[in-house]
């Protein structure tokens, strides 16, 4: 008998649950309409929040710096692989958030691995949002340090555990927009928080960095959050912006800490310098062209009055993430294959990503959306409706 009979035994426990996972391959640039298996959608899964993931603009950058730098890093950034549009990217970066410094990484989850690898071990408590991104709760087993978590989004029960044991370092963490939600998380009120307790703030702001704010800086722009509030900004560049990879930003000394000591950061290659180039032309685009967002939110106001007057049930959210809520996992994909036959793309999400019975669609928004294509999904939610009730 094998040991590692487990392995067909879980497989056949997902499908008989249905939730096994497939892929679905791509015949076409990310976008809002997309080409799979021969056929044409139109999508509201993907987070190009700004419509810039295939953005001519972007796409002639990297061009342009693939032919005066090559495509691969070639080495990790502390050998030879810190290549000029490395070096621009960051220093703009910094720059945007108003931080000393900002230090890029390949991924968003290498980012949340090695910065909180790096500034906690053993004796220490990380403090994290029920609802964080896995990755920042993998983050914390990775580190050795003690996980506490609290309810979601709640100050007071943060509170609760900054004041449980006051003698050991405390980092807490937090999504800046919860990616299964949507809900924006409460920082006025987390960061002084912190601060009184002597606990390091970090925001993973993956979801609202070039979506929310004036000039798209995310949560430390709506809050108004300056580095000493907020010492610890993680960024990605895959969503919003884009392209590919994502940045911590903070004080010189943090990130001089973080270079020396994040694993995820030191032992890995570069990420390809015209990916660094293109993101550098993101920058300005997410800064100047302000419609994007604006387009977006009235695509989000719209979606939520006529969704709620036709009966479905939504989430708290302001941000470009919109789920519908339905419950019952069956029901959910119920939905998303009906919804799918009218070739509208949805995914549905389900445990164990979300808590059980709270399985829905995850409709998310990009300025590339027009407004013929909300018309098409409100239709089409409209003739499905009495599938969810
Ligand atoms: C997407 C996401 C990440 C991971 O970023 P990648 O660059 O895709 O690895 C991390 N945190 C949150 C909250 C995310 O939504």
Redesign the pocket.
Known sequence: MSKWRHIPEALEQRRQQGLYRKRLTLASPQSCHIKVEGQEYLAFCN?DYLGLANDPRLIESARVAMSQYGLGGGASHLVTGHIEPHHELEVRLAEFTGRDRALL????????LGVISALVGRNDKVIQDKL?????LDAAQLSGARLLRYAHNDPEALRGRLESDTDSRSLVVT?????MDGDIALLDQIAPLCREHDALLMV????GFGVLGGEGGGCAEIFGLSQSDLPLL?G????AFGT???FVAGSEELIEYIIQFARTYIYTTSMPPAVAAATCTSLDIVREESWRREHLVSLIQQFRREALALGYQLMDSDSPIQPILIGETEKALELANALRKKGILITAIRPPTVPANTSRLRVTFSAGHTQQDLERLLEALQQCREMTV
């Open positions: 987070n990484f390949s991924t968003g989850y290498m980012a949340n964080n991104h896995a990755s920042l999504d800046g927009v919860f990616s993973d702001d993956a979801h993680v990605t560049l895959g969503k590919a990879g994502a």
